[in-house]
């Protein structure tokens, strides 16, 4: 998957409509990780990926292959969340079974992904059950992954506070994956769009975020800070690394290639989507619990729990 998709190049402003639209019940439970944590760490599972990704990336710096590695442990993990190659590993599952396991929860999106991309995806779980991650990550890493998301902002007016916001770690993570996702549909290579995602917000490392409201005040000096920041981070990479994400940081300014538009669109949809995850949140009510998503579920003493439900009058 270094290279893109065997599909017809998009033009500028072009959207594959029924490929986007087929895979956004995917990619909204795919950005539910950055709300999926575990015992053992304080960061979600979208921040900890975000890291592991940065990491690999200094230490062999293949983008394509961790792009494809990184996106199957995020479709895996949008059923399984923190269930993941290691985790079944510890529970004392043998590799075969393991990866068996994140085949099932893979297949569950199956319809929703065009095939050569599921496939690839198959094929790379074995990776996920080895457990090979531990190099550190480069220090912005972890600054984005403590930097908050200013969330939506528009100049000249308050900002609308959500709790708890994302960090960009969160963000940048779910876009570079979107990215991957999205990445046949535009014609793009999947490596590109992932690097794209993961570096498109390195100049919070030390930047706070106050949204387009504040950074519009920030006036002419505003694009040259970005640069500035941006570069800073960049020195922590490999050189060619380095000069790779440089290079795409520059295709963003527009539309014009496919990297750029897979890019723009993980990134709008991802940002709508995160909205729209506040907005259902806000309007849960018990009974979708209950009706909707079986909160007693059924099983040898379902019954007898209903009993104790309507007992207390709380069924």
């Known amino acids: 998957m270094t290279q893109a998709a065997a599909r017809p190049a998009q033009r500028e402003g072009e959207v594959p409509r029924e490929a986007v639209r087929a895979v956004v019940p995917l990619l909204r439970e795919v950005g539910d990780l950055k709300r999926v944590r575990t015992a053992g760490s304080g960061a979600s599972m979208a921040e ?22 990184e996106c199957a442990a995020a479709v895996a993990g949008a059923r399984l969340a923190g269930i993941d190659g290691a985790v079944l590993r510890r529970c004392g599952l043998t590799a075969d079974e393991a990866v068996a396991v994140l085949e099932r929860s893979v297949a569950q999106h199956a319809d929703r992904m065009d095939p050569v991309t599921c496939g690839l995806l198959v094929e790379a779980l074995p990776d996920l059950v080895t457990d090979p991650y531990g190099d550190p990550p480069p220090g912005f890493a972890a600054a984005l992954c403590a930097q908050p998301r200013a969330g939506a902002t528009r100049p000249g007016r308050p900002r609308l506070m959500v709790e708890p916001p994302e960090s960009h770690g969160d963000h940048c993570w779910a876009v570079a994956v979107h990215g991957v ?15 794209l995602g993961l570096a498109h917000h390195l100049h919070n490392a030390v930047l706070p975020d106050a949204g387009l409201a504040g950074e519009e005040l920030l006036g002419d000096h505003l694009p040259a800070v ?8 960049l ?3 490999p050189e060619d690394l380095a000069a790779r994400v440089e290079h795409l940081l520059s295709l963003r300014e527009g539309a014009g290639t496919p990297a750029a538009r897979a890019f723009h669109a993980a990134d709008v949809l991802d940002r709508v989507l995160q909205v729209r995850h506040h907005a259902r949140a806000a309007a849960f ?15 040898a003493v379902s019954g007898f729990h209903r009993s104790v439900l309507d007992a207390a009058g709380t069924a």
């Open 48 to 69: 900890r990926a975000f890291c592991r990704s940065w990491a690999e990336l200094v230490r062999d710096g293949d983008p394509g292959r961790i792009a494809v590695r």
């Open 181 to 195: 996702l999205l990445a046949g549909a535009f014609g793009a290579a999947p490596g590109d769009v992932f690097l």
């Open 226 to 233: 970005l640069a500035r920041l941006a570069r800073q981070q």
């Open 235 to 237: 020195a922590a990479l």
């Open 285 to 299: 009510t018990a009974e979708q619990a209950l009706e909707d998503l079986d909160l007693v579920h059924p099983c």
